[in-house]
């Protein structure tokens, strides 16, 4: 129970950094968001919990998977935010992404990989 804890606290206080740091500089917060710490402290998680290794790999496989549907956001939102406000970039980045997964699904169930 402790190493949820912990997992929850170290994780929350990076976000919390990040979000400091993009407040002071948009370049830099974005440059350090852009890294995959996510990533890597999940990939540690396991690690640390004994999570298998072919599990692991499964995971990072999965990763890239929905990382290319989800690349587009990045590029629209910019545009979104200062065409109609936060709130409705958000809600057209989440629908938009959201049918490029589905429609990435269907690409990479013709190639033989299978996400849902």
Do not use: C
């Not at 995971?59 to 956001?73: E, K, Q």
């Not at 980045?93 to 996400?115: E, M, R, V």
């Amino acid at each position: 129970m402790y190493l949820y804890f912990f997992k929850i606290i170290v994780t929350a206080i990076l976000i919390v950094i990040i979000s400091e740091i993009a407040k002071i500089s948009g370049r830099f917060g974005g440059m350090i968001a852009a890294l995959p710490i996510t990533t890597f402290l999940v990939l540690f998680w396991m690690y640390f919990e004994g999570v298998a290794d072919e599990k692991i790999a499964n995971y990072m496989s999965f990763t890239v998977y929905f990382l290319i549907p989800t690349l587009p956001m990045f590029i629209l939102f910019p545009f979104l935010i200062k065409k109609f406000g936060f709130i409705l970039a958000i809600i057209i980045s989440i629908a938009f992404t959201g049918l490029l997964i589905y429609l990435f699904n269907h690409i990479y169930n013709q190639f033989g990989f299978k996400i849902f």
